[in-house]
């Protein structure tokens, strides 16, 4: 990996590495851990009946790779948010998935390379019980570096990740830092630190300087720091740490030479309410420079000229960042966003670069190198970008010295989606159970459009001028149409919001036997008025223009019966009337000739009602046949034509007694 690159991948500020002045003191095993972060994201509820919710869960573990950690695997205490302090409701474990080993070159006069930087990712799927509290997780690893200067003895501390999760209740991912937790800076300089972090749901984020955990027995252990230090002075009386809650930037100086471990919490905010907060265990190596102390590098007016934006999906953004150097020394800018996610997906650039990421992180770098002055511009256009809250674009320039210096410089992005220059036309009163229809007011060129709602269902077509609607249950309802740019994307929907008011309450058969499909009665529960029935497969008898009609159906046919309001005449209630299938029809008439047609003696649905009885009678009242459990089997070549005569009894007790003729 290119240093330019690794100062922005890894802490915009300083290079990002472990102090070679410690190598001697590591011990062979077990002392290793830098810092590191656990993070989560809210899935499903489409786990176990016991434990529905479902969270994918990141640990981001860095530690020095010579003494690789024997810890393949981790254990996770789960506790209740609220409630955390005792027995955990779950213990998980969670595998090692991958280990990146980040290697740095050798700046111009800083002599012995330095070690490398390893991060270990470790990824798990938990499914947990519903409560309305939430979640505490700890997790506790073994054990930190040997040499921490603001430590009482590090190689006793362990490092404890923390993060509260929201209940599935409140659907919500933890925010994500942009930089590894390792930060090299001069001793006896001001260094700017980027340790922002970036929130795939758009809420706010405050940083709030913390302490470093050391054990979670079943209360918070911090570490011991050692005497003069503390935390909020872990470069001791004479050293500064200032942290920018809105934004992450740190600003850091040191006295003397060492490693220093401190933590940040970061704070997730969704209209003004505490969501969770996250922690972030860190380390800072303070180091002597060779070579003279340089100017700083300094971003050119033109750049800082305007650092906030707006645009609406699909347009593009373009802007210009420039830095130079006073001494003329090489210099390198990068860019740090979630924007620069690499090729594909979000469409952003800095230097034409897509930008790159380590370890899964969802916040991307692109670097620009130059001698003495380094310019480049960050491009972005795309559709699906708009959310609440800006996207931050941090940009470093850093000159690649020995006595390295930074500065910072954070450009924000809102991206709102398109006006959408067009309404909803439609009944915004309707009745439960009705069909509606809705059409587009103007939006010329915004085509195709796309409607959804609330409260029903759309059929048929979703993406035209019009659309008809289904709606459901009484209550509220919205229906809503996007339209599309020119570019393709969709623009805010306009609305039209819907009052779904309950319908007619009809009373009468929804089945009736072949034999009883006349004089059916229907009622409706209103008042006296002028109700307007139809009806398919039928006839109004009587009744149309009251409460109460009598209809005749056809035999066999489903009917579809429908009543208006007097006064709301688009609110219709339907109801189906279909044969009963359960009926016994006897038909009258066989036919036993051989042509499949009426061979036997027939009862429709008897297959409905098992071991039915029947017996037949000639005209003279001689029993001719008896079955226990009829199956229309009665008849055949030799059965005489003429009249005979049926008793039929169910196992439910209902008698039937008929006759039918025998035709050759």
Same mark, same amino acid.
């Given at each position: ?283 800072? =190596?303070? #180091?002597?420079?060779?070579?003279? &102390?340089? *100017?700083?590098? @300094?971003?050119?007016? /033109?750049?800082? %000229? ?108 809102? =991206?709102? #989606?398109?006006?959408?220059?067009? &309404?909803? *036309?439609?009944? @915004?009163?309707?009745? /439960?159970?009705? %069909? ?110 009251? #409460? ?117």
């Amino acid at each position: 990996m290119r240093l330019s690159t690794l100062k922005a991948t890894l802490l915009p500020g300083g290079l990002l590495l472990w102090l070679w002045l410690f190598v001697g003191l590591l011990p062979a095993s077990a002392v290793h851990l830098l810092g590191g972060e656990m993070t989560y994201k809210y899935l499903d509820a489409k786990g176990p009946a016991d434990k529905p919710w479902r969270y994918e869960l990141t640990m981001r573990v860095y530690f020095n790779p010579n003494t690789d950690p024997v810890e393949q695997e981790l254990i996770i205490r789960v506790y209740s948010r609220y409630t955390h302090y005792g027995t955990p409701i779950q213990l998980v474990k969670v595998n090692r998935i991958s280990k990146t080993v980040i290697t740095v070159p050798t700046l111009p006069g800083c002599g012995q390379a330095a070690p490398p930087v390893a991060l270990g990712l470790y990824v798990t799927t938990l499914n947990l019980p519903v409560t309305n509290e939430g979640f505490w997780l700890s997790c506790t690893n073994s054990n930190r570096i040997a040499g921490i200067t603001n430590l009482k003895n590090s190689v006793d501390e362990n490092m404890t990740l923390e993060v509260e999760m929201t209940p599935g209740t409140v659907v919500n991912s933890s925010p994500v830092f942009a930089s590894v937790p390792v930060a090299l800076i001069c001793v006896g300089a001001s260094s700017f630190v980027a340790n922002n972090a970036y929130d795939a749901d758009g809420d706010q984020l405050v940083y709030v300087l913390s302490k470093p955990i050391s054990a979670y027995l079943p209360l918070q252990v911090p570490v011991a720091y050692a005497p003069g230090y503390s935390e909020s002075q872990p470069f001791g009386p004479t050293g500064l740490l200032a942290l920018n809650p809105s934004t992450g930037l740190s600003t850091y100086f040191s006295p003397a030479q060492g490693v220093f471990q401190l933590a940040v919490d970061v704070q997730e905010y969704r209209q003004g309410l505490l969501l969770s907060t996250m922690h972030r265990d860190m380390q800072v =190596v303070v #180091r002597t420079c060779s070579g003279p &102390s340089g *100017l700083p590098p @300094a971003f050119t007016a /033109a750049s800082l %000229a305007k650092r906030d934006f707006t645009i609406r999906g699909g347009q593009t953004l373009a802007f210009d960042v420039a830095a130079t150097d006073p001494d003329g020394d090489p210099l390198t800018l990068t860019a740090s966003s979630a924007l620069l996610d690499g090729p594909g997906g979000i469409e952003a650039s800095f230097g034409n670069q897509p930008g790159t990421n380590v370890g899964a992180n969802p916040v991307g770098n692109a670097s620009i190198k130059g001698v003495g002055t380094v310019a480049g511009t960050f491009r972005l256009t795309g559709c699906g970008l708009d959310r609440r809250v800006p996207y931050e674009v941090v940009v470093t320039a850093a000159d690649e010295v020995c006595n390295s210096q930074t500065v910072v410089a954070t450009f924000r992005i809102t =991206v709102a #989606r398109p006006i959408f220059p067009g &309404s909803v *036309l439609g009944t @915004a009163d309707v009745c /439960a159970q009705s %069909a509606a229809t809705y059409s587009v007011l103007g939006g010329t060129g915004f085509s195709p459009f796309q409607w959804s709602v609330e409260g029903g269902q759309v059929l048929g077509p979703a993406t035209g001028p019009t659309v008809q609607v289904l709606w459901g249950a009484t209550g509220t309802g919205l229906v809503r149409v996007n339209g599309t740019t020119d570019l393709g994307c969709p623009t805010q929907p306009a609305t039209l919001p819907v009052s779904i008011r309950p319908g007619l309450s009809v009373t009468g058969p929804t089945a009736y036997c072949l034999t009883a499909a006349t004089g059916l009665r229907y009622a409706v529960s209103g008042p006296n008025g002028n109700y307007q029935w139809t009806i398919t497969n039928g006839t109004i008898v009587s009744g149309q223009g009251t #409460r109460e009609v009598v209809v005749d159906l056809s035999p066999g046919a489903t009917a579809t019966l429908r009543v208006a309001e007097p006064l709301f005449t688009s609110c219709v209630t339907t109801l189906l009337v279909s044969p009963d299938d359960r009926c016994l029809y006897f038909y009258n008439v066989i036919t036993p000739n051989g042509d499949t047609q009426n061979e036997t003696f027939a009862i429709k649905n008897i297959e409905r009602h098992p071991n039915t009885a029947l017996t037949i009678f000639n005209r003279w009242g001689q029993k001719l046949y008896h079955s226990d459990d009829y199956h229309n089997t009665y008849g055949n070549a030799t059965t005489a034509p003429g009249l005979y005569y049926y008793l039929c009894q169910t196992a439910e007790g209902a008698i039937y007694k008929g006759w039918f003729e025998v035709f050759r």
